[in-house]
């Protein structure tokens, strides 16, 4: 076990704007990113042997399952009736759907695969779409009491303020820094920077979250092609290979955790990762993490063993993060500034380091950049996927 | 393309009873089968390295996504952070969990993984399970317009009828077959046989599909425990390999089909699934084959090419789907008796063909079944999902 048979290797990315589309259905959200894709892989639809798609909630926003084979038909992939396959695990659905993806390839089954993450939130109100996203947490030990995603995410900001030192200051730092990346990625659903005033002070969602610590509700979709490193050379001059993909669980009420200042799921997946790759947290020069909220990140980047526990804040006000600083982190903007459409979030992870290690970042590039890390949760970390990507 | 690079087998299988679990949630059902089939297995959980799961729609039926990670802590898997993922494809989301499970064996990232499958559909009253399960078929054309899976199987039943002579006889014949077998399956829902006469007088659902025309909603969970042939070897005494398995798409909506007497999903997976193999459906001696309508099993048994197209109700009138007949089909009762829990179906049917391959299917047994396929649908046929299990 934790090797895989063979080499992956991604060759193409696509993504809309994230935002709020309300003139764009799933569907069409789907057929935007997974054409752009195929054309930055050069590649024609018929080249597509098998198709998955993250997404989260389909069911409770839209009323509609099955969406895979949905997204398969309308990029006019069921000519061939080619396999079209749903994974789900809340927030983390797009970092497992290309996980499963790599197995796929890795296991002989196909060639050439097309990843898509899409979600459609913003046709129902707010306080439900806030409802529905809650349905990533335990709906029996904590959504029954009326906790939401931000008091539950509220409640690990306070724990760990107390046993850390972290501030509200700390929290304003991550959400600054990511929209100053934001501000530079067209494709980001706010492209403006903040203040660390409009960010400390900002209305209170959940103590100590205000609204610039939160990621928002979008709509949007990624997408990516994966196939197996012999093809990828054939079709490609600049494939950026999978040096490493791990995932992890943990329970997914709060409650049964020993600890809520760190998440074993992202710990377990960053390990398998790390072997996997051969590589350390001090060889990565470019990660994209779950910055659902502010504090996620700062528990993201301790956890992911780029900070030690209870340095994150104070890493992230020192500029650590910022890019081009000791470890750029969310170049994108992050869930934050980027947007945060939940099944897509993990694919425009990957898209984001493809495009940092292809060197084409633009204003947002990170230098020298030659391995990445992409880190994905689910709920509270009830799931958490890692993957490693490198230049070959 | 098209070959695993390893070898796959099935070492446990364990299922609760299907119907109306009114005292136990799905957790506890999830709980349930996977105990079973660890003990089945004869391996203590802390052998489990991954964990997928197969729902279909655990956020419409209980407002809970993410629930492979919570299947996973409560039978205590995340002691270790173990992977668990969750697959949906509408009524296959059992089947292609355990097709994705299969890939991730091969791909050599885990030697030994839980599948599970469950539903709980019971909780809700039937005609808003009824619009649950039309989440499955496509919303925007079909469900917006009033369409549910009853009348879209009708409207293939009556093309059927049509164009191939199939009467409602025949279609009775089917529902009367698989009560015969449900009622030797200690663990279906219906243990009890039917006349022809119920079959084809009973209350309408739509025309011309009556009740037993109609596999019930269902409450139940099933799982399996999967590994690579070398482990599988050490671990037991009666591993049951898995020869071939293929996944086929087709468009979500009937409309945008040029056919709807036949499923190209299904006819595309098997063909696939056969070639794996290296076999025909003439060395099929026992198949599970999705019978959610007592015309879905016509156009399966025709569609796996087990009979010739417009042949299926006439064969089946002819007895030549029973027990120890031509090719034994459904000898669990199928969804019809056995019961149809979404997500759970497609691990039952694997369930079923390990049982009947290792010759423990006591009054059900059929006569020298060394080889033995399952056929599981999503929807109408926009996902369709084939295994071919052999005796080692």
Redesign the interface.
């Known amino acids: ?6 080499d992956v290797a991604v060759i193409g990315v696509g993504q809309t704007r994230f935002g709020e589309h309300w003139n764009l ?1 799933f ?1 069409e959200l789907g057929i935007e990113a997974g054409f752009r894709a195929m054309e930055d892989a050069g590649i024609s639809s018929s080249r597509i ?3 998955y798609t993250g997404t ?2 389909s ?2 926003f ?5 969406v ?3 997204i ?2 309308v990029v006019g ?2 000519e ?11 927030g983390a659905s797009g970092g ?1 759907a290309f996980h ?1 993806a ?3 390839v ?6 050439i695969v097309v990843v898509g993450g899409a979600e459609k939130m913003s046709d129902v109100v707010s306080n439900v779409a806030t ?1 529905f996203v809650a ?6 030990w904590e ?1 029954l009491f009326g906790a939401t995603m931000p008091s539950l995410f509220a409640l690990m900001a306070r724990k760990h303020m107390h046993d850390h030192g972290t501030t509200k200051e700390h929290l304003a730092h991550v959400a600054v820094k990511n929209h100053v990346h934001g501000a530079k990625n067209p494709l980001a659903q706010f492209q403006r920077e903040i203040t660390m005033d409009m960010a400390v002070n900002a209305a209170m969602v959940a103590d100590p979250l205000g609204m610039y610590d939160c990621a928002p509700s979008s709509d949007g979709s990624a997408s990516l092609v994966l196939c197996d490193m012999k093809t990828a050379k054939e079709l490609s001059d600049n494939p950026i290979r999978v040096a490493g993909t791990g ?6 009420s709060l409650a ?1 955790r020993e600890e809520i200042t760190s998440m ?2 992202t ?3 960053s390990r398998r990762a790390y072997e996997m790759a051969g590589v350390g947290p001090g060889d990565i020069k470019v990660a994209e993490v779950h910055d659902s909220y502010t504090i996620s990140e700062i528990i993201a980047i301790e956890d992911l063993g780029f900070f030690k526990k209870g340095d994150g804040g104070f890493a992230t006000e020192r500029g650590e993060t910022a890019l081009n600083s000791t470890i750029t982190v969310n170049p994108s903007g992050g869930l934050k500034a980027r947007g945060h459409p939940l099944g897509a979030t993990g694919i425009a992870q990957i898209n984001e380091l493809v495009i940092q290690l292809r060197g084409d970042a633009g204003d947002r590039q990170v230098k020298d950049a030659n391995i990445g890390l992409a880190h994905n949760i ?2 509270t970390g ?2 958490a996927v890692v993957n490693i990507l490198e230049v070959v």
């Open positions: 076990m934790g090797k895989l048979a063979r259905t569907r042997e098998a198709l989260m909630s069911g409770l839209l009323n509609q399952e099955h895979s084979a949905m398969a038909e992939l069921t061939n009736q080619i396999p079209a396959t749903r994974i789900e695990a809340a497992l499963q790599i197995l796929d890795a296991s002989g089954l196909h060639d409802e349905s990533g947490a335990d709906q029996a959504g995932q992890g669980s943990d329970s997914l049964n074993r799921s710990v377990a997946a689910g709920g009830g799931t």
